[in-house]
């Protein structure tokens, strides 16, 4: 069960919503239909690294927005979201901005990036696409660290990017909880590819050599349109 | 129809998507059962605001998770999460936290916090929670800027606490642009009626927080913004 504090959810709330559900647009729900197991580290401390359940939709066809859970259970805790482009909307992307992106092409080849329950061939024509793609990871509970509720400010988190990375003991979990063996998908994935351009050197921001974290600043906080006229241009 | 980058998904993935779901473990996502919709400001810009459609669980009676999504429709762009806890939890926060959170009194007392298309007695209820509830939301995709992909750190969020502050130019013209379930609030505009109603079950006396408010949360000027650490990245 969840760690999640205060009292277990009562049912008349559970009745209550689900009486609600019903009645009102669930659209943007209704269009989440992955699910992708994946490990995430903390992009100043590739040694805190976490199992990412992503509960992925599609919007278009070069993007993904990914809900991620600790847990594919009902009470799971909700603990980040990524999301995932194609190469091609990479590389419009800024040169500053890429550094808190990462690459699957590995995660995808080792077999350390898997969609838990689903049949090998369904499987691979997703991989295939997702080898290519650039993610980006954003953590608001550090669980790893015991918090009971989603304290501080973001991670930026990143992704496995070679051999030797990943925690053998959160491997081998995932392998007895998923009924996978990493070795044999990895063969099995050998012959997916990686981005048409290469892996971005600026992808993989950690890797330059200094961490990368979030941090809290305090500024003169710009007063509300009403009290200034402004005139919005986006609504 | 949203905004978002790339082509539009093809019947082949959508197929494909539909084929896996029946397959695996959704027990989060079927767990999502309420529909919010609030204003959010900038913590660090209050002129600028956005609309945000809240997707909830209740992963505990004190505790609920929430998607934040700029409209109700499938290809609705994830702009943020919220998470919402009840007063008893937001006490037990460290202060330098609190500052991190928002109260919802004055959203849902002045109906500018509501459930599209849920009638009156249901959404109360709920109401009655929410109002004595904290919030902390965090955005990633600053659409109101136009950018076409969730750039740069994250946003920390606040809502409203007082009159004066929403941009009414906002709720309008989202509702002449994009029509949406968020009609109730919106009927009030248009008959010249302002947010708020004096004498309705929502500003009824003693539905706030217990112990007041705190004057840790709802502060002003905070952002957060990427730091890069002297020393090389722990493990590699």
């Known amino acids: 069960m969840a ?11 559970a009745l209550l919503e689900k009486a609600t559900a019903v009645l009102e647009g669930f659209g943007p729900i209704n269009s989440i239909h992955q699910h992708l197991c994946a490990f995430h580290f903390y992009g100043d401390n590739m040694a805190r690294q976490v199992q990412a359940h992503h509960y992925c939709s599609h919007p278009s066809e070069d993007m993904r927005q990914c809900l991620i859970y600790d847990s594919p259970d009902a009470d799971a805790r909700l603990i980040g979201v990524e999301y995932i482009i194609s190469e091609s909307l990479f590389l419009t992307l800024p ?24 049949p ?46 990943l925690d053998t003991q959160l491997a081998r979990e995932a392998e007895k909880r998923f009924g996978i063996n990493l070795e044999e998908e990895r063969k099995k994935r050998e012959y ?21 974290k979030f941090k809290l600043r305090e500024t003169e906080c710009l007063p509300s349109p009403s009290a200034t006229g402004i005139t919005r241009v986006f609504v």
């Not at 760690?3 to 709330?13: F, I, K, L």
């Not at 793609?133 to 990143?158: E, N, R, T, V």
């Not at 981005?195 to 921001?205: E, S, T, V």
């Open 3 to 13: 760690e999640v504090p205060g009292e277990a959810t009562q049912t008349g709330t």
């Open 95 to 118: 040169d500053q901005e890429k550094k808190l992106w990462h690459s699957h092409e590995y995660e995808v080849k080792s077999g350390t990036l898997f969609m838990p329950g689903v």
């Open 120 to 165: 090998g061939p369904l499987q691979h024509r997703e991989m295939e696409k997702l080898c290519k793609s650039y993610g980006k990871a954003i953590h608001f509970w550090q669980i790893d660290k015991g918090d009971s509720l989603p304290l501080g400010p973001p991670s930026l988190m990143y992704a496995l990017t070679t051999d030797g990375q």
């Open 192 to 212: 997916m590819k990686g981005p048409d351009h290469g892996i971005h050197p600026l992808a993989n921001g950690w890797s330059s050599g200094k961490g990368l």
